[in-house]
């Protein structure tokens, strides 16, 4: 290991302790606000609710905060460049948090009003714009079939980035069904795109600092979000997780296809279950349901924490394969997880429907 890189290393994981302790303090602050604003997410009849007291929402407010935080001050400290050594520029991180700023705002307002998927809508839209005007986006990805690398033009890089972060914002959003489910999995793939910074072929320090203290603010929250969970990330937190993933993985260099397969059991569980509300069921892809995979697996006799596990254990385990395989193997390693999410999902349905009968 050069020193160089042991010195990242240790740089990295001091910015994710520091994060994590700032993340871990917030969170229940942020808790208080929420409860004294009377901003909490109440038990319902809705199915996909699953908790039995009044809990706080704009939890992602403390994630966004420690970020903020930390990326402010090492930007304007001077003595170090260590967010602007490599590819990525102070403008990328404007538009981040800027990014993000709009992401709270209309998580804030959702959160306390309910406003309709319509409006919704346009805050996800809005901050990939921003990051996109920014001037984060790809512009080079990988081969699959050739090997090498393939340089895009500016205008299909951003129609690409765009589309990505929207797609990456909708996962986390559709997959915040159960307590500690899109933190935890969102902060193993900000994990995965630290190490993948910090290896030799991909190294590139302002990317690694940035992904570890990302993933410290992550998992400090995740200490009050783990089941039983204490506070709910709230639309803008669920949304921004997502928005911070996908931008991860554009703004040091393309790294898509990690922070894809990392993703990829929720990305194919949100496909299905809009396949099947807009093409079975003839409903608005919107409608909430018990019919996510997390929500299938839990009805089957798993406890949350157990579901929420497993979800982390394939995520870390295919996050971990990415850091080692090439582009044409991680398009091959894709394939088999959809094949097996196929035969997954048929067997589940087919369960469901056996019970039923009896």
């Given amino acids: 290991m050069s020193d160089a890189l042991l010195l990242t290393l240790i740089i990295s994981g001091g910015f994710a302790l520091v ?12 808790g208080l606000l929420a409860r004294r604003a009377e901003i909490v997410d109440r038990p319902t009849a809705e199915p996909k609710k699953l908790h039995h007291r009044p809990i706080p929402l704009l939890g ?8 903020t935080v930390l990326l402010s001050l090492l930007l304007h400290d001077k003595s170090t460049d260590i967010l602007t050594s490599g590819l990525v520029r102070p403008m990328h991180y404007l538009g ?16 306390k009003f309910t406003l309709p998927p319509k409006v919704t809508i346009l805050f996800p839209f809005l901050a990939a714009l921003t990051a996109v005007l920014a001037g984060i986006g790809v512009s ?4 699959p079939i050739g090997g090498g690398t393939l340089e895009i033009s500016q205008t299909l890089s951003a129609a690409i980035t765009f589309v990505w972060l929207l797609v990456v914002m909708y996962t986390t959003k559709f997959l915040d069904g159960m307590d500690g489910l899109a933190t935890g ?7 995965m ?32 979000n783990f089941p039983p969970a204490k506070i709910f990330l709230g639309e803008g937190g669920s949304t921004f ?25 929720p990305f194919l569980d949100v496909v299905w279950v809009i396949l099947r509300r807009t093409l079975v069921e003839h409903h608005s892809p919107t409608k909430g349901d018990r019919k996510h995979l997390h929500h299938r697996l839990l009805d089957l006799g798993l406890s949350q924490r157990q579901v929420v596990l497993i979800y982390y254990a394939i995520a870390a385990v295919v996050g971990i394969l990415t850091l080692f395989l090439q582009s044409r ?30």
Avoid: H
């Fill in 140 to 143: 080079k990805v990988s081969n």
């Fill in 329 to 358: 193997e991680k398009v091959i390693l894709f394939a088999i997880l959809v094949g097996t999410m196929i035969l997954g999902a048929t067997a589940l349905v087919l369960t469901e429907r056996k019970k039923a009968k009896v």
């Fill in 19 to 30: 994060a994590f302790i700032i993340s871990v303090v917030l969170t229940p602050l942020v």
């Fill in 60 to 67: 992602g407010a403390a994630i966004f905060l420690t970020i």
């Fill in 185 to 191: 999995v969102s902060a193993i793939g900000a994990l």
């Fill in 193 to 224: 795109m630290t190490g993948l910074a910090l290896t030799v072929q991909y190294f590139q320090p302002d990317a690694a600092v940035f992904a570890a203290i990302c993933f410290g603010a992550m998992l400090g929250f995740l200490v009050w």
């Fill in 241 to 265: 997780v997502g928005f911070t993933i996908g931008t991860l993985a554009v703004i040091g260099g393309a790294k898509l296809g990690t922070a894809l397969l990392v993703l990829s059991i």
């Fill in 96 to 111: 981040f948090l800027l990014g993000g700023a709009i992401l709270m705002i209309g998580g804030f307002l959702d959160d």
